[in-house]
């Protein structure tokens, strides 16, 4: 059996769920003005919710890397 390198991938992976993460709580805290009935956020705060799918991307980027480090060499 052949061994995947650790961590080839890993970081990626975190870092991208730690930005999605704050993106999902930029999205949370935009959308409550919405439904308590109060002023809503300044647009930086909309363009944080942008946060969500540049985690993902840099997740979906660490997967593959894991995946390309532990596919086996011609």
Known sequence: MSTIPSGAGDRLVRIGAIVFFIGALATMATMAP????THPLPSIAWSLCMLMGVGFLIAAAGVVRSVRAGAPKP
């Open 34 to 37: 919405l439904f308590l009935g």
